[in-house]
Antibody
Framework: QVRLVESGGGVVQPGRSLRLSCVAS????????MHWVRQTPGKGLEWVAF????????FYADSVTGRFTVSRDNSKNTVYLQMNTLHSGDTAVYYC?????????????WGQGTLVTVSS | VLTQSPGTLSLSPGEGATLSCRAS???????LAWYQQRPGQSPRLLIY???RRATGVPDRFSGSGSETDFTLTISRLEPEDFALYYC?????????FGPGTKLEIK
């Protein structure tokens, strides 16, 4: 069955960087786009980034453009989110989610998330 | 921008629920999805393409609407249906979620 396992979260100081990873299994990873979505504790969902099946197309939310970079390594069935210049507003649970197709469409399966806390 | 109403909906098991999602601009090609999130769980896809049920979703869930106005209808509420519901537009980037509707037991 489809499984997505995020890691890399933790407590980080404002202005520092963090890299999240998401390892996928149960499907042909290289055939599907991948999303990152975050959820502030007790609040709603915010879409963060998308990478197409081959890494050639990437899209970002305005709030993270220029600071976050999404990438993937299809040989490792892994998608990454490099987060730079973090601030308190980035504190959230970060989910990776599988897209239903190769290019951008909608997420159809989500991981359990990893918590990122930006605090001094 | 997506808005959802009501913010909170209080109903009893067995009743029907109607949740609204309104977009500030036309959501192209009905690229609108609905997700359910139970406490402590990740979101689960319910509806895509405004009206298509995802695999394994009970037929008491149905979606409708077009352009800027969309509705998720749940007939005959079961105890496990009391959760948060979010709409997502994926017709253009950046994708955007609505703020959510909390469906609670009355």
């Amino acid at each position: 069955q489809v499984r997505l396992v995020e890691s890399g979260g933790g407590v980080v100081q404002p202005g520092r960087s963090l890299r999240l990873s998401c390892v996928a299994s149960g499907f042909v990873f290289s055939d599907f786009g991948m999303h990152w979505v975050r959820q502030t504790p007790g609040k709603g969902l915010e879409w963060v980034a998308f990478v197409s099946y081959d890494g050639s197309n990437k899209f970002y939310a305005d709030s993270v453009t220029g600071r976050f970079t999404v990438s993937r390594d299809n040989s490792k069935n892994t998608v990454y989110l490099q987060m730079n210049t973090l601030h308190s507003g980035d504190t959230a649970v970060y989910y990776c989610a599988k897209d239903v197709g190769r290019a951008w469409d909608y997420p159809d399966f989500w991981g359990q998330g990893t918590l990122v806390t930006v605090s001094s | 921008v997506l808005t959802q109403s009501p913010g909170t909906l209080s109903l009893s098991p067995g009743e029907g629920a109607t949740l609204s999602c309104r977009a500030s601009l036309d959501v192209g090609a009905n690229c609108l999805a609905w997700y359910q999130q139970r406490p402590g769980q990740s979101p689960r896809l319910l509806i895509y393409g405004a009206s298509r049920r995802a695999t394994g979703v009970p037929d008491r869930f149905s979606g409708s609407g077009s352009e800027t106005d969309f509705t998720l209808t749940i007939s005959r509420l079961e105890p496990e249906d009391f959760a948060l519901y979010y709409c997502l537009q994926y017709g253009s980037t950046p994708f955007t979620f609505g703020p959510g509707t909390k469906l609670e037991i009355k």
